[in-house]
């Protein structure tokens, strides 16, 4: 329920605190007391448009918090948390209103979107008036309340999911039908495309394998002329070694003949003789390192090539040509199986769409059975509301092909106001005061079905009195035994049977006036009572004839 509302330069309102109870309150005044700008400021915490206007004058901006009391399991919470927005304790809608047009909202002290506040509003509260135009007359919501009021609200969901599954599998088909209608026109190219990348047979890496491989066979190429070259030197016709090999070993034999004169040149000779043979090794070993088959160098080049030409060709990078080659194969063997599926998947939109047609028809007999039933309870309402000759209509139109997510009936509550009159929708038939009578049976009738914790009432006792307006206040206190009602009534039968009784009014000077609101105790009630049956003089008479009022209602 709305447990607090805070206003701070609103129009009329500087600083209001205001704190709600449980059951029926209402809020009374004379009239241009401030009783429309308190809904205005409610209305703007519950989302509705904002405007500079609504700012007190000599303020730079306004602002409007209400605080929720609802239970855990409240459809409300379900909004926070789809939304990612903390939801510990209360409830908190604040709305601020710069005076140069612009707004700002704040839900649980967490920047958001007017959307967004006006969806939790919806949830929580539900403001009823002769020029409401957004609860009860609203008539796309009218299926929902019927379906809330008949109890198949389960029934509903399996509708939708059913629908849900019969629109999934009809755009399965057409995308699969798009898909095979497309292979089709490129069949000889995709079979043509597979067969030269199949045996192509590209992999993944391959292509930097290759060009590492032809790199590394090139290098080797131009290093095996000047190996070679170095292999002839040291051990070709022309090779010093045996020269040098024969000279020492003359040198050796004569060393005995000439002491310590050729030891030296033995010994240097013997070095070089070492060095040679080792560098000899050294180029039989690059030889064989630098081997490469030029026939192999010629198969990778080839290779390398038919790759690259490949991806010019189907104008994808070399290392995707395989994945092309998967994807393309895929295609054909869905091709080739096109027809298959499409029988497969043709079937599956029949079997969906006929259990949709079986509960979507279940369903609208239970609408049917429930518009009678809400006709029967709203019609029982309407003499004590002097609406005696008024009809109201559930107006149901059903057309099988007509398949919606919340099925095949379109719902909406018509009256009649006089026999023989047109009937026709609510807001366009009914004048304002018997509009908000059809509204207040209807919510009579749906109280305990799907209504938000908050009911705001707005002046529906206009027009009427006596009966009929004691007739209002029965229903509204039946109604606050349910959820919270707030009414701003001048009716003193409604008034009388609150179990809250809020007092606007204005004070102030010639040059600064403020409105303000307080709960009044049982003498201040009956005073006010009897200002609402006397008027402006207030009499004893009056006095006695509220505080009759106020016995008759009490407990």
Not at 76 to 105: C, K, S
Not at 236 to 258: H, V
Not at 269 to 293: G, H, K, P, T
Request: hydrophobic fraction near 45%; charged fraction near 30%.
């Amino acid at each position: 329920m709305l447990s607090q509302l805070s206003i701070r330069d609103i129009v009329l309102i500087e600083r209001l605190d205001i704190e709600f109870a449980s059951g029926l309150s209402v809020l009374t005044g004379e009239t241009g007391a401030g009783k429309s700008i308190l809904l205005d400021a409610l209305s703007l915490a519950l989302g509705a448009r904002g405007d500079a206007s609504l700012v007190r004058h000599g303020a730079n901006q306004g602002q409007v918090t209400a605080a929720f009391d609802v239970p855990r399991n409240h459809p409300a919470r379900a909004i926070l948390a789809d939304n990612a927005i903390d939801d510990d304790g209360d409830i908190l809608l604040r709305r601020v209103q710069t005076a140069d047009g612009r707004t700002r909202v704040f839900v649980n002290d967490q920047p958001a979107s007017v959307s967004l506040m006006r969806d939790i509003g919806r949830a929580l509260v539900e403001i009823h008036g002769q020029h409401d135009d957004r609860a009860l007359v609203d008539a796309s919501a009218h299926r929902e309340l019927l379906d809330a009021f008949g109890g198949h609200l389960g029934a509903a969901r399996e509708v939708a999911q059913a629908w849900r599954l019969w629109r999934e599998a009809e755009q399965q088909l057409s995308r699969h039908r798009a898909k095979v209608e497309a292979a089709a026109r490129e069949a000889d190219y995709l079979r043509a495309s597979v067969d030269e990348l199949s045996k192509l047979d590209p992999q993944p890496g391959e292509e930097t394998e290759l060009a590492e491989r032809r790199t590394a066979m090139m290098r080797a190429e131009k290093i095996a002329t000047d190996i070679k070259d170095a292999e002839d030197v040291l051990a070709g016709s022309s090779s010093p070694l045996p020269a040098l090999a024969a000279l020492l070993r003359r040198l050796q034999r004569k060393q005995a003949d000439a002491p310590g004169l050729l030891d030296e040149i033995i010994r240097t000779l013997d070095e070089a003789l070492i060095s040679l043979d080792e560098a000899q090794s050294a180029v039989d070993a690059a030889m064989r390192a630098s081997e490469f088959d030029p026939h192999a160098l010629e198969k990778s080049e080839e290779r390398l090539f038919a790759l690259r030409a490949a991806s010019r060709k189907f104008s994808v990078p070399v290392d995707d040509l395989a994945q092309l080659r998967d994807t393309m194969s895929a295609d054909v063997a869905e091709l080739d199986a096109g027809a298959e599926r499409l029988q497969a998947l043709e079937k599956q939109v029949v079997t969906a769409r006929e259990a949709y047609d079986r509960l979507a028809e279940a369903l609208s007999a239970l609408r049917g059975a429930a518009a009678q039933h809400l006709v029967k309870v709203v019609m029982a309402e309407l003499p004590a509301l002097k609406l005696e000759r008024a009809e109201f209509i559930v107006e149901t139109s059903t057309e099988t092909e007509n398949r919606q997510e919340a099925g095949i009936d379109e719902i909406e509550f018509w009256v009649r106001t006089n026999p023989g009159t047109r009937a026709g929708p609510m807001m366009k038939v009914a004048s304002g005061g018997e509009l908000s009578r059809f509204l207040l049976a209807l919510k009579v009738a749906l109280a305990d079905r799907g209504s938000a914790p908050t009911l705001v009432f707005d002046e529906i006792d206009t027009g009427v009195g006596g009966a009929v307006a004691d007739a209002i206040g029965q229903r509204l206190a039946r109604l606050a035994k349910g959820v919270q009602v707030l009414s701003v009534t001048h009716a003193p039968q409604v008034a009388a049977r609150a179990n809250t009784h809020l007092l606007i009014a204005k004070s102030g000077n010639a040059e600064r006036v403020a409105t303000g609101i307080s709960q009044i105790d049982p003498l201040q009630r009956r005073e006010e009572i009897a200002r609402m049956l006397a008027g402006a003089t207030i009499t004893d008479e009056a006095r006695a004839a509220a505080a009759r009022l106020l016995s008759e209602n009490a407990g």
